[in-house]
């Protein structure tokens, strides 16, 4: 069954051509100016003729939220050029264009963002095993607002959507975490305040839209569902917040899991597929787009029949760009890179996949 080929209609009305979306990969190709090159553009286009859409890499909102590299900006009016030209590359290709926005929290290395200043939910210990610092509920609400300010940002670039990432291990997902959320105010302390930043987000996001946009304009939500700490993340946690949300006017949800097959770590159910369990908790009424380790057609449906409405590729995207419109007509596809082909990757995401051995089966 080929069901992942066949037209989406997302609640709003909004319509894709299949059920196949681009999962946001980060490229780590921006200029040094922080805006979109000519690299990332070519990238973008060459893997937006197949695809229903493209998630971009995620662009942070605020100065002190940038957590790569050679990632483009998001976060002042200046970069809306810069946001146009990827929308419009993916444009070209006829798939829909949404942007995904962030802050990295802890992760954010500290060479990145003003004054070495990593901020996080708490003091916990950032990426280069130093310090993040507590951010004040001032704090809080300026990251908040910075979130709806890079959503009207999209809406001006011509974006078809925002997704909001509150996965892994990043600002929001450090908000929700009992491991990096020590607060003891109305951030933190209980499950339902550990929740209140990233709903807060949603809902300015959900503001903004409706200020600048109209129901045409797509708001996801991407989660991690487990986290391997023992005070980390659990499925049952995630399974509460994934009911909240699937109240707060969202479009769909994205969960980022490196296989579709991977079972529950830790869940007051039996051990089953985590996919299955968010869907069900979700009972159709927001879209789940499920994702991992789809590579080949037989995948493909497998990861369809854990209930997602649409499933989104990454790596194989990077192998075979044109892996929808091949699959479409009957072609073999390849399922580990061809390193003697021309594949449109940006140097230096090649480069980083070439240090990061067997992240993408063929690299070398």
Excluded at 275 to 283: E, Q, S
Aim: charged share 25%; proline share 4%.
């Amino acid at each position: 069954m080929t069901t992942y080929l066949t037209p989406f209609t997302f609640n709003n009305g909004v319509e894709l051509r299949n059920r196949v979306v681009m999962a946001p990969m980060t490229t780590y190709s921006a200029n040094p100016d922080d805006t979109a090159s000519e690299e990332e553009l070519a990238y973008y286009e060459e893997r937006s003729y197949g695809v229903g859409a493209v998630i971009t890499a995620c662009t942070y909102v605020i100065a002190n939220g940038k957590g790569f590299p050679g990632q483009f900006a998001g976060h002042k009016d200046e970069y809306i050029d810069s946001l146009r030209s990827v929308a419009q590359a993916i444009h070209k290709g006829g798939a829909k264009a949404i942007l995904q926005i962030y802050h990295g929290g802890r992760q954010s290395p500290r060479e990145l963002v003003p004054n070495g200043d990593v901020v996080s939910a708490s003091e916990t210990i950032a990426a280069d095993g130093g310090k993040a610092r507590e951010l004040t509920i001032e704090e809080i609400q300026e990251v908040v607002k910075a979130f709806g300010e890079t959503t009207r940002r999209a809406i001006e670039a011509g974006y078809d959507g925002v997704e909001i990432h509150g996965a892994n291990t990043y600002l929001l997902q450090q908000f929700f975490s009992g491991f990096t959320n020590k607060r003891t105010d109305e951030y933190g302390g209980t499950l339902e305040k550990r929740m209140r930043f990233p709903l807060e987000v949603v809902a300015e996001v959900n503001r903004v839209k409706q200020q600048y946009a109209d129901d045409s304009f797509i708001v996801g939500y991407r989660f991690s569902p487990e986290e391997p700490e023992e005070d980390g993340i659990t499925l049952d946690e995630t399974v509460q917040l994934v009911d909240r949300l699937a109240n707060e006017s969202l479009d769909y949800l994205h969960i980022s899991v490196m296989d579709f097959r991977s079972l529950a770590r830790r869940y007051e159910g039996e051990k089953e597929n985590r996919i299955k369990i968010i869907h069900r908790v979700i009972d159709g009424r927001v879209p789940l787009i499920g994702v991992g380790s789809i590579y080949s057609k037989k995948d493909a449906s497998e990861a369809m029949e854990t209930g997602a409405e649409l499933i989104a590729l990454a790596r194989e995207l990077l192998i075979e760009p044109h892996w929808v419109e091949k699959i479409a007509a009957g072609e073999e596809v390849i399922t580990e890179m061809d390193m003697t082909r021309e594949n449109v990757i940006p140097g230096p995401m090649m480069r980083m996949m070439q240090s990061n051995p067997g992240w993408v089966p063929g690299v070398k």
